[in-house]
DNA sequence: AATAAACCTCAAGTACACTTGAGAGCGAAT
DNA sequence: ATTCGCTCTCAAGTGTACTTGAGGTTTATT
């Protein structure tokens, strides 16, 4: 029984990291460059990571498969508190921020897709009268053009 | 009472196909460039476009905000008959491609959002055994990296 | 100490869907 | 005939999310 009676198991390298959250080194950089993940430096200014750097990226990617940008991903990352590591409810309330998200694009298309049948084959593609082309409509795009993947 | 008694409504330039159809001028030229459109050109060169030009825009449109990409737009519309005008049902077999590609994606982004509140506050988040993680799971993303908006 | 694998930075390239700008020609009205 | 707005082509720029490559350094192992 000692000072280091449970250790801090050994930080990570980028390569390691790459290895065991499944994304490129270049993807970690550009990670960093962006904000969305951190690292403190080697005497040799080697990246050095700690362990919630894998939930950190694996959440980045869940978050990806849901359609959120990095930009927006990053924003939502930086509520997470700096001091302590993350616990499950800080997890937990990332998670509930983007379900409200895909919730609503979830709603989204499929007003879209009952839109479709009545719509695309009659003479009603107007950008003023149509539900599927107005595009500040009920269904509620963010603005002109198409924004399927529009953040919350 | 002559040859034109029912004349066929003056041909379109590129600014009045812009101004009805709500999209700019140069994506009309990408448009066309990228095979989603034709014209033909008078003496001097400018392009003319006949009525259903309108009708295929407003399609690409719709196609656009279902997260189709152009080039598959291209492609299904490349289906349509040249020789006549498309007429409803040409129309409607095209909205039919498209909202099976929508369902699927409406099932694949209901089941994302539902393993979501199960996974992403505990510690599942192992590519290997999360579904929200593995890339290759019965959610069915066709490979590797996220592919939200796959075409059909 | 030497070697190889891993790491560093910075610039440039890729794909998608366009937009912007330059320099020049076309078309309708006066 | 002139003028002004519309149109032409082609090149380059925008934003997102990265990857690739060059040239050089660090770390781990022998």
Known sequence: MGHDARR???ELSV????RRSGVA???LHFYEAKGLITSHRTGGNQRRYGRDVLRR??????AQRLGVP???IRDALKTLPEARTPNAADWRKLSEHWRAD??????KL???????????????LSVETCPLRNPYDELGEA???PHLLDPG
């Open 8 to 10: 801090p198991r050994r």
């Open 15 to 18: 390569g390691e990291v790459a």
């Open 25 to 27: 080194v270049s993807a």
């Open 57 to 62: 990226v694996a959440v980045i990617k869940v």
């Open 70 to 72: 990095l930009a927006t």
């Open 102 to 107: 895909l919730d609503a694009r979830i709603r």
């Open 110 to 124: 499929t007003q879209l897709r009952d839109s479709l049948d009545e719509c695309i084959g009659c003479g009603c």
């Open 143 to 145: 603005g002109p053009g």
